[in-house]
């Protein structure tokens, strides 16, 4: 059974640096699509990027993100990283990485799209 553990969030001020890391074990994670997710205290599981791995390397990323996250993948080591830059105080949120088997093209997909799922870790940006 495929498992995922995020690592890596903590706080960190307006404008500062993170960077989470999703590894994975029991499943090949350059053959699946990997997202990210977040959810804040009171609001829906946001999803806001996507990348497809061996089924065509396409990133996704919402508006919200782009041009400050990065994510990247080591496939030597089973693990995808998220790279966020010029973090804001409306990123803080619980993140989560998840894999799917199933998605061929990334974009603005539904949780349920998604097979496996981290733990989440937490990201507080705040001064």
């Known amino acids: 059974q495929g498992q995922l553990v995020e690592s890596g969030g903590g706080l960190v001020q307006p404008g500062g640096s993170l960077r989470l890391s999703c590894a994975a074990s029991?499943?090949?994670?350059?053959?699946?699509?990997v997202g990210w997710f977040r959810q804040a205290p009171g609001k829906e599981r946001e999803g806001f990027s996507c990348n497809s791995g061996s089924r065509g390397s396409a990133t996704w990323q919402s508006p919200s993100v782009k041009g400050r996250f990065i994510i990247s993948r080591d496939n030597a080591n089973n693990t995808v990283y998220l790279q966020m830059n010029s973090l804001k105080p409306e990123d803080t949120a619980i993140y989560y990485c998840?894999?799917?088997?199933?998605?061929?093209?990334?974009?603005?997909?539904?949780?349920?799209?998604?097979?496996?799922w981290g733990q989440g870790t937490q990201v507080t940006v705040s001064s």
């Open positions: 029991g499943i090949t994670l350059s053959s699946h699509a």
């Open positions: 998840a894999a799917s088997e199933t998605i061929l093209v990334c974009g603005s997909r539904s949780p349920h799209d998604y097979q496996y």
